[in-house]
């Protein structure tokens, strides 16, 4: 059975930093694309960053453009999204996503997901 599990996650002051993990079991995440996205209360699900199979392509949102970085080690079947200069507005709970596709943005394009981890941001 695939999982993926959040973890990282918490309170931080504006400006600070967090990094996020992604544990995959039962999935050999080389083979896979994956994925971060975020919701809000009341909000969209939104894609955050993206990152290909062998790690070398990754693509960001434009909100996280310069601060957050996707990347991957595929001997701990580990995915990590490194969040720097957080912003109030980035208080989400971030989700990890598997799928068949590389650098894929949409949700639907995703087949498996983690749980979500939350992260707060207090200005």
């Known amino acids: 059975q695939v999982q993926l599990v959040e973890s990282g996650g918490g309170l931080v002051q504006a400006g600070g930093s967090l990094r996020l993990s992604c544990a995959a079991s039962?999935?050999?995440?080389?083979?896979?694309?994956m994925g971060w996205f975020r919701q809000a209360v009341g909000k969209e699900r939104e894609f955050v960053a993206a990152?290909?199979?062998?790690?070398?392509?990754?693509y960001n949102e434009d909100s996280g453009k310069g601060r957050f970085t996707i990347s991957r080690d595929n001997a701990k079947n580990t995915v990590y999204l490194q969040m720097n200069n957080l912003k109030p507005e980035d208080s989400s709970v971030y989700y990890c996503?598997?799928?068949?596709?590389?650098?894929?943005?949409?949700?639907?394009?995703?087949?498996?997901w983690g749980q979500g981890t939350q992260v707060t941001v207090s200005s």
């Open positions: 990152i290909s199979r062998s790690g070398s392509d990754t």
């Open positions: 996503a598997g799928s068949f596709k590389t650098l894929p943005t949409a949700a639907s394009l995703y087949r498996y």
């Open positions: 039962g999935l050999i995440a080389s083979v896979y694309g």
